[in-house]
C-alpha cells in the first residue's frame, strides 16, 4: 500500500497509515463497494525510516522538529496499573 499510494499520488504515507488504507480497501471490496472513507495518520512517516529503508526505494524526508528529537535519551517511569496510582503520577 505504501508503494501504490507513493507510485500513483507521491504520497507517502506511515506504516500505520498504509495498514488503515488497507483495511479501508478491504472493507470497500467486501461489504460496502459505494462507500467513501478516511484514513488518518498521527505519525510522520520519517518516525519509520527502518521500515522505509529495509522494504522501499522511498526515503522520507525529516522534518527538522523530528531531527531535533533522535538523538535526546528517553526516560521510563514504572507504574501499577492502578489508577490512583497512574494519576498521581499525572499530577506531579
Same mark, same amino acid.
Given at each position: ?44 512517516? !520519517? ?19 523530528? !531531527? ?25
Amino acid at each position: 500500500m505504501i508503494s501504490e499510494l507513493y507510485d500513483n499520488y507521491n504520497y507517502i504515507i506511515d506504516p500505520h497509515g498504509a495498514i488503515g488504507c488497507l483495511a479501508l480497501e478491504d472493507y470497500q471490496n467486501k461489504v460496502e463497494n459505494d462507500s467513501v472513507g478516511v484514513v488518518l495518520e498521527t505519525a510522520h512517516p !520519517a518516525k519509520f525510516l527502518d521500515v522505509f529503508e529495509k522494504h522501499l526505494t522511498i526515503k522520507p524526508e525529516i522534518p527538522e522538529r523530528l !531531527a531535533s528529537c533522535l538523538d535526546k535519551k528517553g526516560s521510563t517511569i514504572k507504574v501499577s496499573n492502578n489508577y490512583n496510582d497512574f494519576k498521581e503520577i499525572l499530577q506531579k
